[in-house]
């Protein structure tokens, strides 16, 4: 991997201190570890930078002019991150953020009080709605999506995977019976929602190939979570992502069925709007939430 500007640093170190010795006990390391760090430069570069004798190390020329700029392009970086975590600390304003029902409660959520712990200045506007929302009409700056992207002129950071998952409670299963073909569904109260197509549908694992199933059952509802509940209660068979039930999988709350058929996988992205100039809260939340979201998801 390419380390420049860690080379950099140890060069000026043994340079301000005079000695290999010396520069390895400020920067904790072994005065043999700093020797082969300036020799791999010295090689990489194709010239010489220390004169050595048993008394004391002397730039070169050329051990002169990268030292110069070595010390000036440090400076510089350090003034970069500075000016970053300063912006980061500085920024304040509200950010107005759509997700779906489980993804904002289970994901967002939780994450937010360690947020205004490092941003106090930053207010959270969060509407919770699984319907997808423009962004421009609605005044939205992020918006949290699960499935795939239509072309539009959207930035986009990537969280994960959502993996489709069809589950019932124990007590469905015990009165109906556990379903043990795609055909079988049709004997079955499947839990679904109003905001997809005319006739809601599943995507099903046959033969090789996906194909949508069409289904019937007593609740049509616009989130997730009204469906999770119906199907804690027993009412009938849900379709949800992994990050909504594996919780109540792993307790035995609900059963996963069909798993050959009916595993199928969208990708969650973080959405928002601008070009070069994304403002500072944006940029802030962003660059907190996204690492955290994505841990989220990597533990379903």
Same mark, same amino acid.
């Given at each position: 991997?390419?380390?420049?500007?860690?080379?950099?640093?140890?060069?000026?170190?043994?340079?301000?201190?005079?000695?290999?010795?010396?520069?390895?006990?400020?920067?904790?390391? $072994?005065?043999?570890? &700093?020797?082969?760090?300036?020799? #791999?430069?010295?090689?990489?570069?194709?010239?010489?930078?220390?004169?050595?004798?048993?008394?004391?190390?002397?730039?070169?020329?050329?051990?002169?002019?990268?030292?110069?700029?070595?010390?000036?392009?440090?400076?510089?970086?350090?003034?970069?991150?500075?000016?970053?975590?300063?912006?980061?600390?500085?920024?304040?304003? &509200?950010?107005?953020?759509?997700?779906? *029902?489980?993804?904002?409660?289970?994901?967002?959520? !939780?994450?937010?009080?360690?947020?205004?712990?490092?941003?106090?200045?930053?207010?959270i506007n969060l509407s919770l709605s699984?319907?997808?929302?423009?962004?421009?009409?609605?005044?939205?700056?992020?918006?949290?999506? &699960?499935?795939?992207?239509?072309?539009?002129?959207?930035?986009?950071? #990537?969280?994960?995977?959502?993996? #489709?998952?069809?589950?019932?409670? !124990?007590?469905?299963?015990?009165?109906?019976?556990?379903?043990?073909?795609?055909?079988?569904?049709?004997?079955?109260?499947?839990?679904?929602?109003?905001?997809?197509? /005319?006739? !809601?549908?599943? !995507?099903?694992?046959?033969?090789?190939?996906?194909?949508?199933?069409?289904?019937?059952?007593?609740?049509?509802?616009?989130?997730?979570?009204? *469906?999770?509940?119906?199907?804690?209660?027993?009412?009938?068979?849900?379709? /949800?992502?992994?990050?909504?039930?594996?919780?109540?999988?792993a307790a035995g709350h609900l059963v996963? *069925?069909?798993?050959?058929?009916?595993?199928?996988?969208?990708?969650?992205?973080?959405?928002?709007?601008?070009?070069?100039? *994304?403002?500072?809260?944006?940029? $802030?939340?962003?660059?907190?939430? &996204?690492p955290r979201l994505q841990s989220f998801?990597?533990?379903?």
């Amino acid at each position: 991997m390419d380390n420049r500007a860690g080379e950099m640093q140890v060069f000026v170190r043994v340079v301000d201190a005079g000695s290999f010795s010396q520069a390895a006990r400020q920067m904790m390391m $072994t005065p043999s570890t &700093v020797s082969k760090l300036i020799v #791999r430069l010295e090689l990489r570069l194709g010239i010489r930078l220390l004169e050595r004798s048993t008394r004391k190390l002397s730039l070169t020329d050329e051990g002169r002019i990268y030292y110069e700029r070595s010390n000036a392009l440090l400076a510089e970086l350090d003034d970069v991150e500075r000016a970053l975590t300063q912006g980061a600390q500085k920024a304040r304003g &509200v950010v107005r953020i759509n997700a779906s *029902v489980a993804f904002g409660t289970l994901g967002i959520e !939780p994450n937010l009080p360690a947020f205004w712990e490092a941003h106090p200045n930053i207010q959270i506007n969060l509407s919770l709605s699984d319907d997808l929302v423009d962004l421009y009409l609605d005044r939205t700056d992020i918006a949290f999506r &699960v499935g795939a992207l239509s072309d539009s002129t959207l930035r986009a950071r #990537r969280i994960g995977v959502a993996r #489709r998952k069809m589950v019932a409670s !124990p007590l469905y299963l015990s009165k109906y019976g556990m379903p043990e073909t795609i055909e079988s569904l049709t004997e079955h109260n499947c839990l679904s929602f109003n905001f997809q197509r /005319l006739n !809601p549908v599943w !995507p099903m694992h046959q033969s090789g190939r996906i194909i949508d199933r069409i289904v019937q059952g007593s609740l049509q509802a616009n989130n997730g979570e009204t *469906v999770r509940r119906m199907a804690l209660a027993g009412v009938g068979i849900a379709r /949800l992502a992994d990050f909504h039930i594996d919780e109540d999988i792993a307790a035995g709350h609900l059963v996963e *069925v069909l798993a050959h058929a009916g595993h199928d996988s969208e990708e969650v992205h973080a959405l928002y709007q601008g070009g070069q100039n *994304v403002p500072q809260r944006i940029r $802030t939340f962003l660059d907190f939430m &996204v690492p955290r979201l994505q841990s989220f998801m990597d533990r379903t």
